[in-house]
């Protein structure tokens, strides 16, 4: 028999198929079946957050802290509306004023941006954790002493944002603290004090 038969005769029937034709047609949807279970399992396999609450641990000053959350809540608000930490401000809740600043993972960020359950299993600093265990970090005094703090309310993210500041970078220049504190505002506009405060917290850090 020829790999072409002709159905031309079949009442009904305009066109012709080939065996081979047929064949590969069905191995196309046998192949698509089959990536659809696939996706399907491993969606199955992933694991599935809310609508609920769960409970989770965040790791915040070295303290392992037990909390139920919404997938949805961020960390700024588990942070000051759950676990009594209300060091970060939240102002802007929008990610562009720097009120809300934490360390995660030795990095300065945004709590009003990051969700909850993604910081589970990393490690988070608030500016509570500057004055734990009776030792005061260089960087609090040097902001009295400066007048850098004002009203208060973008305070503890200059804070947060100096000390992850002078983490990477100890020795800096004015300009370099300007640059590198870019990322908060003050609406009072004491950016000479708190630059003056970085400046003077180095120098005490160094010595």
Same mark, same amino acid.
């Given at each position: 028999?020829? !790999? #072409?038969?002709?159905?031309? /005769?079949? %009442?009904?029937?305009?066109?012709?198929?080939?065996?081979?034709?047929?064949?590969?047609?069905?191995? &196309?949807? @046998?192949?698509?079946?089959?990536?659809?279970?696939?996706?399907?399992?491993?969606?199955?396999?992933?694991?599935?957050?809310?609508?609920? $609450?769960?409970?989770?641990?965040?790791?915040? +000053?070295?303290?392992?802290?037990?909390?139920? *959350?919404?997938?949805?809540? =961020?960390?700024?608000?588990?942070?000051? #509306?759950?676990?009594?930490?209300?060091?970060?401000?939240?102002?802007? !809740?929008?990610?562009?004023?720097? $009120?809300?600043? *934490?360390?995660? /993972? /030795?990095?300065?960020?945004?709590?009003?941006?990051?969700?909850? *359950?993604? &910081?589970?299993?990393?490690?988070?600093? =608030?500016?509570?954790?500057?004055?734990?265990?009776?030792?005061? #970090? %260089?960087? *609090?005094?040097?902001?009295? +002493?400066? !007048? $850098?703090?004002?009203?208060?309310?973008? @305070?503890?993210?200059?804070?947060?944002? $100096?000390?992850?500041?002078?983490?990477?970078?100890? /020795?800096?220049?004015?300009?370099?603290?300007?640059?590198?504190?870019?990322?908060?505002?003050?609406?009072?506009?004491?950016?000479?004090?708190?630059?003056?405060?970085?400046?003077?917290?180095?120098?005490?850090?160094?010595?």
């Amino acid at each position: 028999m020829s !790999d #072409h038969q002709d159905l031309k /005769n079949t %009442p009904g029937q305009r066109q012709s198929v080939s065996r081979r034709g047929f064949v590969q047609g069905a191995g &196309a949807v @046998t192949g698509a079946v089959a990536l659809l279970e696939q996706e399907a399992q491993a969606q199955s396999a992933g694991k599935v957050m809310g609508p609920a $609450a769960m409970a989770i641990t965040l790791n915040v +000053n070295g303290k392992p802290l037990k909390v139920s *959350v919404e997938p949805r809540e =961020t960390l700024l608000d588990t942070l000051r #509306h759950k676990l009594e930490h209300t060091g970060a401000k939240r102002v802007c !809740d929008r990610g562009t004023c720097g $009120a809300c600043t *934490v360390i995660v /993972n /030795n990095k300065v960020s945004y709590a009003c941006s990051i969700l909850a *359950v993604d &910081a589970v299993g990393k490690k988070i600093q =608030t500016v509570e954790s500057l004055t734990a265990g009776g030792k005061t #970090h %260089p960087i *609090v005094p040097a902001f009295v +002493n400066n !007048d $850098a703090q004002q009203c208060g309310y973008c @305070t503890p993210g200059f804070v947060m944002a $100096a000390k992850g500041f002078l983490d990477r970078n100890p /020795n800096p220049t004015y300009e370099q603290v300007k640059d590198g504190l870019g990322g908060n505002l003050c609406r009072c506009g004491t950016y000479v004090g708190v630059r003056q405060a970085v400046l003077e917290a180095a120098k005490k850090l160094k010595a």
